[in-house]
């Protein structure tokens, strides 16, 4: 699956915008270039996002002290996320004498599928049940999964903005949330975000006692048979170089690597 640069900086802004809508308070754009920073009020996490128009280097260099001037106020470390797609040639360079280190842990990527490519549309897994969340029980439940796929990801902070954009469709964009059940116990979570013909899957969890069964794979399938329903033909998710669950899950459905993401910080 090959992307444009224009396609790319919409895959990466609206994954932004579904991440933000779901656990982020604040959104700063800088018109120069695009420039979309999420945070939200828990002290021990942050995150930066860019999505560059540059026509040179020195445009972004010209904006560094306004980024490290957002994120000293907040007493946090300055943060940029860079790709191939984002970033102008020999910018990692450039800000790495800026005093700027990557932080390996931090690198995704992106994958893609085109629909006319998607792979086991018949893949079925035994005892699993998939509902979309429509009432505060049924996404109560997929909270509960989501936290316990999580181990290390509290979402308890998050369960009031969650249940506001449960009930909303914030910024033209439909979210469909969906939980999977094994003997009637929520096992695993996972949200569809569609704008037009583009869709992308996040939060997918699954409780590790459950993992590789298929169950992540099957309720991918399933939200993209159902976001194709509503017109989405193009279809997204991100993951860390290293969640080879997730991608071993995304592979199997056809999904092809279209942009890796690194992250960049620098100490106030």
């Known amino acids: 699956m090959n992307l444009t640069r224009l396609e790319a900086r919409k895959v990466i802004r609206f994954n932004n915008l579904l991440w933000r809508c779901s656990f982020y308070d604040e959104l700063l754009t800088l018109p120069c270039y695009e420039m979309c920073f999420v945070l939200n009020t828990d002290a021990k996490f942050m995150n930066c996002a860019m999505n560059f128009d540059l026509d040179s280097k020195e445009e972004l260099l010209n904006e560094i002290p306004n980024i490290e001037g957002y994120f000293k106020k907040r007493r946090k470390p300055s943060s940029i996320y860079l790709s191939g797609f984002d970033a102008p040639e020999k910018i990692e360079n450039e800000i790495s004498t800026l005093g700027y280190k990557e932080i390996k842990d931090e690198e995704a990527i992106f994958w893609g599928l085109e629909y006319g490519s998607l792979k ?34 509290d979402y308890t902070p998050y369960a009031s903005s969650l249940s506001k954009l449960f009930k909303t469709h914030i910024d033209g964009v439909t979210q469909l949330h969906f939980a999977g059940y094994v003997d009637d116990k929520p096992v695993a979570s996972g949200s569809m ?66 942009i890796r993401q690194k992250m960049f910080s620098k100490e106030g």
């Open 120 to 153: 086991n549309r018949d893949l079925n897994v035994e005892g699993l049940d998939i509902k979309e969340c429509r009432t505060e029980d049924e996404f109560a439940e997929y909270l509960i999964a989501a936290s316990l796929g999580y181990s290390d990801f």
């Open 193 to 258: 975000g569609i704008c037009f013909d583009t869709a992308i899957w996040i939060n997918a969890a699954v409780v590790p006692e459950y993992r590789r069964k298929g169950i992540n794979t099957r309720m991918m399938l399933h939200a993209i048979t159902e976001a194709n329903k509503l017109g989405a033909d193009k279809f997204y998710f991100c993951t860390d170089v290293d969640n080879y669950g997730s991608i071993g899950s995304g592979k199997k459905l056809g999904f092809e690597e279209v």
